[in-house]
């Protein structure tokens, strides 16, 4: 593999053998050649109809098949759609709330903050029952309707959640009859769950801020308590994931040669318009749905326990979804290629769409800005919020990085987080933290992730973001 | 084939993975490397603690991939009736085990939220680097799980 320096962070993987685009890789540092995840992005390359480049972001790390922070945008009628560029949490994801209450404020009552939320919002292994058990109906209508249906139920900080959401909060093809009936039965009690691993609900501080004029659009304001969310589509993108790379790595080869010669089965993927396809795209649109719906669940279960634990009203918490982002997801959108529109799909596997300024698929209150771009960094440090730029919807098909990264694996955390407690050190630097597992905080450890100041920092300086707040931890509650 | 129920706890090593978690089991036979592989998903699910007894049931899988694709619908199976019905195997019997099918008795026991609170989330049984292998002296398997 021939790595050579474009500019800047920016490195390119020469195109060599039946690759059909060359790779782009944002790197913290120059990569290195070994890196196995080098090796997927230019497997990536090898996509049908793939555009321009397969992309990686400056937090990728070996994915099943994909990179995790790889990009791929494929032609929309003759590529390829592929599970393993989705992932397996469907429409994983992050928002932010901004609030009208000061951060000391929450301080004061902090414990009480965080005791209320772990109460509220069930986390961990198999957490399910935040709402009652849904219907058959009442299913099918949060695959359909997405974050829509609860704000319908009352979930909401307020009345325009959906307008900031990426997409609305809904993605418009989604197939509930495509989702089987195993996948409904994984998610059927889980709506409004956080779930585990690197999954958390925080209560932040709006600690700086560096664009002042992009702040204030986003409602960001020193000092502010915020609230950052993130999680995904639960089992049921689960199984959806794994139901099509089951199917897909039995039929690839049906697809022609360019199929048959992916480097590694675990592209498992057919042809965007074939029944295969559609299928796949039909069941993960409605997963990216429930996504969005239990995301949003979410947020109206923690407005509540904020207003409960401070003892105001809902009113005076002041509450508003600042922005919702998906991080793993194929989603259909127009870009310019070689000066052109062009209907394609793009790939994003844990990366964040970033859409620039005057864009009119990103909400009007924030298109003279750039649409947010959400960036959670680790529960110990901070956590970034970006505008998205032109320079990302010509380099990029308007897309950035979407977190810290991890730098050891579990079993290397939990060795170094070995006979310390993890809790008492976040406590004496004013974090409070609750988990349901005492390993999850080991395994999750600041030191476990890279810094990911340094992530949004190789994002700045190619253009492809621009920073305008950061948040700092004050309360964490993990699975 | 001599059928052996094993019960938790049994020996698996636990495989480095950046950001998911693997385990590798041997056993002198297949059927015992099957069952220890249904076993390790236990424990992780478990942090390590036991099940509690539970009623047998009978699960059979094919595959046409061989003995790692069929060790992974096995767990596949195991984890969709863990996340649906909050049931794991404290024991396990393999009854059956050829190139393209394998059933299994496992006493399904409930799970503890309280008692199991260090389990890891398994989200899924990945294919990726699952291995089902004849080794001197044995046999050894793997599976990456993501979560």
């Known amino acids: 593999m021939k790595l050579r320096r474009i500019e800047g962070d920016l490195w390119e993987i020469e195109r060599e053998g039946e690759m059909l685009v060359p790779g782009r890789v944002y790197s913290v540092g120059p990569p290195a050649p070994d890196d196995p995840a080098l090796r997927q992005v230019a497997n990536v390359a090898h996509l049908p109809g793939i555009l321009r480049f397969s992309l990686a972001m400056p937090d990728i790390h070996w994915g099943y098949g994909f990179p995790i922070g790889g990009v791929a945008a494929v032609d929309a009628a003759t590529g390829a759609v592929s599970p393993g560029g989705v992932g397996y949490d469907i429409n994983c994801g992050v928002r932010v709330l901004t609030t009208g209450v000061d951060a000391e404020t929450v301080r004061a009552r902090l414990s009480q903050v965080v005791s209320q939320l772990f109460r509220d919002i069930p986390t961990g292994v198999g957490a399910s029952r935040a709402i009652p058990r849904l219907s058959e109906d009442d299913l099918a209508d949060v695959l359909a309707a997405g974050a829509r249906w609860a704000i319908r139920r009352g979930f909401a900080a307020s009345n325009d959640d959906a307008e900031r959401c990426e997409e609305g909060g809904r993605l418009a093809g989604a197939d509930p009859a495509a989702v089987s009936e195993r996948a409904r039965q994984r998610g059927v009690d889980q709506l409004g769950t956080l779930g585990s691993g690197n999954h958390f609900l925080e209560v932040d501080r709006v600690a700086e801020i560096y664009d002042d004029a992009a702040a204030e659009s986003f409602g960001l304001f020193p000092g502010r308590a915020a609230v950052q969310i993130h999680s995904g589509s639960r089992g049921l993108g689960y199984q959806v994931c794994d139901e099509a790379l089951s199917s897909l790595a039995a039929t690839r080869t049906d697809f022609g040669e360019a199929y048959r010669a992916l480097p590694d089965p675990q592209l498992a993927c057919a042809p965007v318009e074939s029944e295969s396809g559609r299928a796949y795209l039909g069941a993960m649109q409605a997963a990216a749905n429930f996504a969005w719906a239990n995301r949003q669940v979410m947020t109206g279960l923690a407005v509540r326990a904020l207003a409960r634990a401070l003892g105001a009203s809902e009113r005076e918490v002041g509450a508003r979804l600042l922005y919702d982002v998906c991080h793993n997801v194929a989603k259909r959108e127009t870009h310019l290629v070689d000066g052109r529109p062009r209907d394609v799909l793009v790939h994003r596997k844990g990366a964040t769409r970033a859409f620039g300024p005057g864009d009119e698929r990103v909400p009007a209150t924030y298109r003279a800005v750039g649409q947010p771009v959400l960036i959670p960094g680790d529960m110990g440090r901070y956590s970034y919020v970006l505008a998205g730029t032109s320079k990302a919807m010509e380099d990029t098909f308007g897309s950035s990085c979407h977190g810290a990264g991890r730098l050891l694996s579990r079993g290397q955390a939990l060795k170094a987080a070995r006979g310390r407690s993890i809790a008492r050190e976040l406590s004496q630097r004013g974090i409070e933290v609750l988990s349901r597992g005492h390993k999850t905080l080991g395994e999750e450890m600041s030191e476990a992730y890279k810094d990911v100041a340094d992530v949004v920092g190789v994002m700045a300086r190619a253009g492809i973001t621009r920073l305008v707040a950061r948040l700092e931890p004050m309360g964490v509650i993990k699975g | ?147």
């Open chain 2, 1 to 147: 084939m001599t059928a052996v129920r094993l019960t938790l706890p049994q020996p698996y090593r636990d495989l480095d993975h950046t950001a998911d978690v693997g385990v590798e089991v041997t056993g002198a036979s297949a059927e015992e490397t099957l069952a220890r592989l249904v076993l390790a998903q236990s424990t992780l699910l478990t942090g390590g603690e036991l099940v509690a007894p539970g009623p047998d049931a009978r699960v059979a899988v094919a595959s046409q991939g061989g003995l790692a694709a069929l060790s992974v619908e096995l767990l596949r199976e195991l984890l969709f009736r863990f996340a649906t019905g909050r049931v794991l195997p404290g024991a396990c019997e393999v009854v059956r085990l050829d190139a393209s099918a394998a059933e299994v008795v496992v006493a399904l026991g409930p799970y503890d939220p309280v008692r199991h609170a260090e389990g890891l989330d398994l989200k899924a049984v990945t294919r990726h680097g699952a291995r089902f292998d004849r080794v001197d002296g044995g046999w050894r398997a793997q599976v990456i799980f993501d979560i």
